[in-house]
Each structure stands twice: as C-alpha cells, then as structure tokens.
C-alpha cells in the first residue's frame, strides 16, 4: 500500500517567515495530493490540493509543488501569521482497487510566533 | 460540497461499556466512508473505511466494529470498550470523482 512521510513534525516560525512542509509517498499511482489545515479540537480540512498532471499550485499566501519523478510534495507559505498555526497534514491517494483511500502523513505542528 | 454530523463531540465511557459514534453525510450520493483514530501525536489510523451500503473493510485489528445500513450513515461501536479506545475519533467522506475528504468535527472519546 501506499506510504506517506511528513517532514518536520514541528516547525516554529516568527511571523512574517516563510515555512515549509515536505512529504514523499511510495505508491506511483498515486494522483492526488490534498494538504490539510487542523486547528485544536477540529476536524482536517482541505486547504489546497494539486493532482498529478501539474508541478505547482497557488493560492494566496499558499503553494504546493509537486515532482513525480522523485515522488515529493511540498507545502509553502509565506508571510506567516498566528493563525496560520495549526497542525498540516499531506496525504496521497489514488485509484487503488477503486477505494480512493487518502494516506495521511503524521503531520507538522506549525506554530508562528508574533 | 459535502457536510459530514458527527457526534456526540465529548463522550467520557466507562471501561467495559458499549460504543456507538454516527456520522451522516449531507451533499452527495454514494460516498466513500472513513473512520480514523487520532491518538495523541497527531497521525491519523485509518480503522475502516466503506465503498458502500454493507460494504465494510477494516485495516486494523481491534475492539472496534463499523456498519453502514444506509447510504450516507456511517457507525462505529464496540461492544466493551477499553482503555487505550480513548482519542479522537474522526469520520470522514470522499467521492470517487473529486477524491477530497471532507471530514467531521470529530469526537474525543476519554475511556476510565
């Protein structure tokens, strides 16, 4: 099956500062990779997602990249602020068996310090 | 895009006593179902996941069962719970044309 690693499991930041999360994922059939925002006591949720016929994706303060070849992804945002502060997650998933299943990464504490 | 209810929020069982957490899904048809466990430390277990109405798969041994009697309604019980059944308990929808998952608010479960 597929296998996701996420990279730092915690990163801290002042505000202002760029930070950015690193994920490989072991499944080369692999096509579709969300990035999700939890904040305390919340449920996941989608902040951005690229699939596998694109190399980057942007969104305001947020991008993500994507290189097939060496099977990583990665999460940027820039002009961090306090309440960018939050756990993220990567995940990967894709046509296996039909069951779309995300795995998930273990997750980045991000905090942002004013 | 898709709504997911869950509940309760907050439930403090017992050791020993039965489970039930739902979650129903509103905005789709035929979703597929995710129940994830959330200990301490942030990752998130897959425990069942369902690509339809009685069709269960589970990919971790444990106390715990998942049932789906209807399309958007997506249990999970046990029957005796025990100590280390306590996290946070998230259920979660995808379709397979948009393969986003949207999760519910969760329920942290504390086992004594």
């Known amino acids: 099956g597929e296998n996701v690693e996420q990279h730092p499991s915690t990163l801290s930041v002042q505000e202002g500062d760029s930070a950015v999360i690193k994920c490989t994922y072991s499944?080369?059939?692999?096509?579709?990779f969300p990035w999700y925002k939890q904040e305390l006591g919340k449920g996941p949720q989608l902040i951005i997602d690229i699939r596998s016929n694109v190399g980057e994706k942007k969104d305001q303060r947020i991008a993500v990249t994507l290189n097939k070849t060496a099977k990583h992804f990665s999460l940027h945002i820039t002009e961090t602020q306090p309440e960018d502060s939050a756990v993220y997650f990567c995940a990967a998933s894709g046509p296996s068996g039909g069951s779309y299943i995300p795995t998930f990464g273990r997750g980045t504490s991000l905090i942002v310090h004013p | 895009s898709q709504t997911i209810h869950q509940w309760p929020a907050t439930l403090v069982q017992p050791v020993g006593s039965p489970l039930s957490l739902e979650c129903t899904v509103e905005g789709t048809s035929n979703p597929n179902l995710y129940w994830y466990r959330q200990a301490a430390g942030r990752g998130l277990q897959l425990l069942f996941y369902?690509?339809?109405?009685?069709?269960i798969s589970s990919e971790v041994p444990q106390n715990l069962s998942a049932s789906r009697p209807q399309d958007r309604q997506f249990i999970l019980s046990s029957k005796k719970l025990l100590l280390s059944d306590s996290g946070f308990y998230l259920c979660a929808s995808a379709t397979r044309r948009d393969t986003e998952a949207f999760f519910g608010q969760g329920t942290r479960l504390t086992v004594v």
């Open positions: 369902s690509i339809g109405i009685d069709q």
């Open positions: 499944d080369s059939a692999s096509n579709y």
